[in-house]
């Protein structure tokens, strides 16, 4: 007798199944695709390092060069990999809309597991090595460290709905996320400090949530730094209500993403 699916055991077979095939697609057909996951942050950390040793710096703010970076880099890598693969996960997958059981929704939350799952595999492994080179990696405060990463996935989460919502209507908006990257780096903080910036110009950055984020991270890996900018409650706000307006927007097009 043929067993009867509710619709949570359906999406969860559909997603395991996107899954299996998104990681097949990235990392399987190449066998460096692993290892590029780990790669790229540790040459944007070995690059940036060296930059600061050749000035001679062997820290920033009482914080070893290394980990004054990946602090930062990490999350920045997290909220960019993240807003860039739901922008374009609805139309990469666009072809398996066509079966009943996949709905719209199912190769975002796909991406979303898959990008979390990387960014804290290779967390761990990055800092474990440093651990092996004699670096103390230990966070100061674990919690915070989480919920800076947390909520940084609820931005990119928000953002990259609203831009896969308007990729359905422009398809270039790829193009426009791969532009902004590098300045949104930049103006991240993943480089320097709030610390390091004259009071005067603080609010050159300070409109950015992600700035805050990374401030946040390093206040909370290192209790010796203290940000003069770091607004827990500025973060969580843009969060949850770039969260809110992506999950609207997606909601609202769901049919489109199916006809269009």
């Known amino acids: 007798m043929k067993k009867n699916r509710n619709s949570l055991t359906i999406m969860c077979d559909t997603v395991h199944a996107l899954m299996m095939r998104e990681i097949k697609t990235r990392f399987g057909a190449n066998r460096l695709g692993y290892f590029w996951a780990i790669a790229e942050p540790v040459a944007g950390v070995s690059v940036m390092a060296l930059m600061f040793t050749l000035i001679g710096r062997s820290s920033v703010a009482n914080i070893p060069v290394a980990l004054f970076i990946l602090t930062a880099l990490l999350p920045f890598k997290l909220f960019t990999k993240l807003m860039t693969q739901l922008t374009s996960a609805v139309n990469a997958n666009k072809a398996l809309l066509a ?91 993943v480089m320097f400090s709030a610390t390091m910036i004259p009071p005067q110009y603080w609010y050159l950055v300070d409109w950015n949530p992600i700035f805050h984020a990374t401030e946040l991270s390093r206040a909370a890996y290192f209790s010796s730094y203290v940000t003069p900018l770091g607004s827990w409650f500025y973060l969580a706000m843009n969060a949850l209500v770039i969260f809110s307006l992506g999950l609207t927007s997606f909601y609202v097009n769901r049919l489109r993403f199916i006809t269009a």
């Not at 791969?178 to 949104?184: D, H, N």
């Open 99 to 189: 079966y009943r059981q996949v709905s719209a929704i199912d190769p975002v939350i796909t991406r979303i597991i898959i990008e979390l799952a990387t960014y804290l595999i290779v967390y761990c492994l990055i800092f474990s090595f440093l651990a092996w080179l004699g670096f103390n990696v230990l966070p100061d405060d674990l919690l915070k460290v989480l919920a800076a990463s947390v909520l940084v996935a609820l931005l990119a989460t928000g953002l990259g709905l609203m831009l896969c919502t308007a990729n359905s209507y422009w398809k270039d908006v790829n193009k426009l996320v791969g532009m902004i990257t590098l300045p949104m780096m930049i103006m991240s903080g």
